[in-house]
């Protein structure tokens, strides 16, 4: 699964990812987008309702929940079915991936290659007619934007893009027909303004007929507000249009059409188009449309109620005994018959007479029968009761509220967690979605569109053990501990196979492909952070005014050697690197695994471990395949076997290589290290051999493809080579002495911190407390520097406690002897 590619701030601390995940903080190292107005809810409401949703959205088999609230609230299916397309297609294009490797995979997920509309198309086209048939104000809306024709021509444009991949892909047209066909089909989608009409929030101005409000907007003009700003700005409230308004309800599945269609289109006819910078002045244009049709929903369309002190305070307010509940002991409360406070929240467009009329009827009749019957219909509670303190009012069967304020926060609260039901279901965050789509789809991208590098295949071929004497750092209190062990040498040999741009494709980048080596060690420590920490993406903001980003790669000086192997572009013709040594400078380690007591150092390990392959029982190394009593297969991604050199042929005992041991890197330094190289090159594959010096020790050698695009920025695709040349099996007692030593050292330090601060006035801090820290405890350096820090602040307190072990020992002598 890959990782999302960017995060949206929805606002007050909530955040959406690309694969439509709420998240409580932006995710690190991927651009993070801000829509232009944040959500001004409260974030435990509208972090639950999103999630709902999202989840809802991701689900192949609808959440029951959801679905039973979508009808709640009077929103067609449909529209669930639509965003619910719309998030996954906007998941799986945001990741950065090899484009032209998976482009037809990816339009055929977006339906492209489906015999007949995509599922998408048809929920669209379902929703339009029904919408055109049953909504005279949409009908007249569509007539005169010439909707339909939009629509249609989004649609040929989507099929002559179909026909063009599978030209690309049929391989019989000729390159001159594909860069023909090409040109026409990128003049059009710049020149085409179905998509801006489409996504413009001019477009979706529909005539507006009060009539159909009376029953509840009416009566609710001084309550129902929108909330169009950020966190902290207050509501703004709706009177009802006079005759023409921004009508969403065509606006969201249009729009999220038009979206992914553009998407598509550009997938179809140039899968690189982040590197190349093809259309992205038109995709900023688009992800703004996005944002303006997100925010005029919210400020014109998603409503909700909003109370002041004055909407529960007398005189304005006094309620009569038939909307109290008085009881015998009991202090009067508002009674569930009071209908005065309506609280929650209403989509503008939708909640109509048509919506309302038939549940107020209903409840009506039910009053009169003394029946029971529910208040709340969609997001409004029509019979809500304040927590209100009441008193006799000034006339005679009447109350008033004592609370006002309390009353009026209780009822915002209630309704703003509608109003993010409300939000949620609306497809505002989708839009929003969609627009950091856009915006992040017109930024280059942070990895290459082009090239691929599988996984290194490592082999290896032990040599001759030789036996060698390791020890350990001086330790204060015990010296330098030494022990035999054994020193086996490794040939080691890796193949790595790498993907680049065919030649066939019209977008041809310049590649340069490189041996690097870098940095890896850190205070005197083996310390390998891999490429990343050589170099790596940010991203800053372009502009104050606009929340477009640009991508910076940082770069250390972290690089120690490199050297040169093809320059160019992906070539026709095979070309090669006869095998050639190449010195570089790298840093190296030695790997000291240890050996259990039960295998001595003087054992034939290569028995051993052939004893257990012949068992199966080598299965838990990544890169060896092999069954129990069968032959084992080496995984040469990419390779063929005249690839392969004289080493690797079957009858030789090759192992496989690995990159880790259980063991420890002892004794980083820097040398110059042997490297002999074959490389072969042909169209999209190329094709390198490394192979080391077996009297070199371990060190890290990467394989990188740089990359220029169209811009001038140079992207780096590396595949770490581990060159473990050299094994010492070490025996497991001496890291258990070296462990005990160091404890015995630090208890030491205890000790002595305990006589140094009951010895020292109060002042400055411990200098050897500050010294140490609790994953450093059991390490080399550490003891050395604490060891150096009480020699100088307590040279005779330090002595002494060295002296103290021998004397002890003395003692038991005498004791022993007498």
């Known amino acids: 699964m890959t990782q999302p590619a960017f995060t949206i701030c929805l606002g007050n601390g909530i955040y959406l990812d690309s694969d439509g995940n709420v998240l409580q903080s932006p995710l690190p190292d991927i651009p993070a987008y801000s829509p232009p107005f944040r959500l001004p809810i409260d974030p435990a409401k509208a972090r639950d309702a999103v999630k709902s949703v999202q989840k809802a959205l991701k689900d192949i088999n609808k959440d029951p929940e959801v679905l039973a609230k979508f009808l709640e609230f009077g929103f067609d299916t449909k529209i669930l079915d639509i965003l619910s397309g719309v998030a996954k297609i906007a998941g799986m294009v945001a990741p950065v991936l090899a484009a032209v490797a998976i482009a037809y995979d990816v339009l055929k997920v977006l339906g492209v290659f489906k015999e007949g509309p995509s599922a998408l198309e048809l929920l669209v086209k379902q929703r339009f007619e029904e919408l055109e048939n049953n909504v005279d104000s949409i009908k007249i809306m569509i007539e005169t934007h010439r909707l339909g024709d939009a629509r249609n021509g989004v649609q040929k444009l989507l099929d002559f893009a179909k026909d063009f991949t599978l030209k690309v892909r049929g391989e019989q047209a000729s390159l001159q027909e594909l860069q023909g066909d090409q040109k026409t089909l990128k003049d059009t989608i710049i020149e085409n303004d179905n998509f801006n009409k489409l996504m413009s929030q001019h477009t979706y101005v529909a005539n507006f007929d009060r009539d159909d409000h009376t029953r509840v907007w009416w009566w609710m003009q001084d309550l129902i507000h929108t909330m169009p700003h950020g966190p902290g700005a207050a509501p703004w409230r709706v009177p009802l249009p006079d005759n023409i308004a921004f009508d969403h309800r065509l606006m969201v599945p249009l729009a999220c059409f038009a979206a992914e269609a553009y998407i598509t289109v550009l997938r179809a006819i140039e899968p690189e188009y982040r590197s190349t910078g093809f259309a992205r002045e038109e995709l900023r244009t688009l992800s703004r449309h996005l944002d303006d049709l997100a925010q005029k929903m919210r400020s014109d369309c998603l409503g909700r109620t909003y109370y002041r002190r004055e909407h529960f305070a007398f005189p304005s307010v006094y309620l009569t005994d038939y909307e109290v509940d008085t009881f015998l002991g009991q202090f009067p409360k508002v009674s569930k018959k009071c209908s005065r406070f309506p609280v929650g929240a209403l989509d503008l467009r939708y909640h109509d007479n048509a919506f309302f009329g038939p549940f107020l009827d209903s409840l009506f009749i039910a009053d009169v029968r003394g029946e029971a019957h529910p208040t709340k219909h969609g997001g409004m509670e029509f019979r809500w009761v304040p927590p209100a303190n009441l008193v006799p009012g000034p006339f005679d069967g009447t109350w008033t509220i ?198 001595g150092v003087w054992d034939d390990l290569r028995k051993v471990k052939a004893e257990l392959a012949a068992l199966g029982w080598m299965g838990d190394d990544e890169s060896w395949n092999a069954t129990a009593g069968g032959p084992a297969v080496l995984p040469l991604a990419g390779f063929q076997s005249s690839d392969l050199f004289d080493e690797v042929a079957p009858h030789l005992a090759w192992e496989p290589g690995r990159k880790d041991w259980e063991g420890q890197r002892r004794e980083p330094k820097e040398e110059m290290v042997e490297v002999e190289y074959s490389a072969s090159w042909e169209e999209d594959s190329l094709r390198v051999s490394l192979r080391n010096k077996p009297s070199n020790r371990n060190y890290v050698v990467y394989l990188v493809v740089e990359e220029k695009l169209v811009s001038g920025t140079v992207i780096h695709t590396a595949a770490p080579v581990h060159m473990n040349g050299q094994l010492t099996f070490v025996p497991q007692s001496f890291f258990d002495r070296e462990q005990e030593a160091r404890q015995k050292f630090f208890g030491k330090v205890a000790e002595f911190n305990q006589r140094f601060s009951e010895s020292a006035e109060p002042g400055p801090i411990n200098p050897i407390l500050t010294a140490i820290r609790p994953g450093d405890v059991l390490r080399t350096d550490t003891v050395v520097r604490v060891s150096a820090l009480m020699k100088e602040h307590q040279p005779e307190l330090f002595n002494q406690l060295l002296r103290e072990p021998a004397q002890q020992d003395d003692a038991a002598e005498v004791k022993a002897a007498t």
Not at 409 to 414: D, L, M, R
Not at 428 to 436: F, H, N
Not at 501 to 516: A, D, G, M, V
Request: contains cysteine; glycine residues 2%; proline residues 7%.
């Open 402 to 599: 004592t609370n006002p304020d309390e009353c009026a926060k209780a009822a915002n609260e209630a309704a703003e967690k509608d109003y993010a039901d409300l939000v949620s279901m609306s497809g505002y965050t989708e839009l929003v979605r969609l627009a950091a789509l856009f915006r992040n789809e017109a930024m280059e991208p942070s990895q290459s569109q082009t090239v691929h590098a599988w996984n290194p295949t490592l082999l290896r071929q032990a040599e001759s053990q030789i036996t060698v004497t390791v020890q350990s750092d001086n330790i204060p209190m015990t010296g330098v501990i030494t022990s035999q062990a054994a020193r086996e040498p490794q040939k080691c040999l890796a193949l790595v196979h790498v993907r680049t741009q065919p030649p066939s494709r019209l977008y041809q980048p310049s590649y340069k492909i490189k041996l690097r080596t870098l940095h890896a060690i850190s205070s005197g420590r083996w310390d390998d952070r891999g490429y990343a920490s050589f170099r790596w993406p940010q991203y800053e903001d372009e502009s104050p005014d606009d929340d477009f980003l640009k991508l910076v790669f940082q770069q250390t000086t972290a690089a120690l050697d490199e050297e040169l192997l093809f320059e160019g572009n992906s070539p026709e013709d095979l070309i090669r690197k006869s095998p050639s040594v190449v010195e570089l400078k790298a840093h190296t380690f030695d790997w000291w695994i240890p050996l259990k007591p039960a295998f």
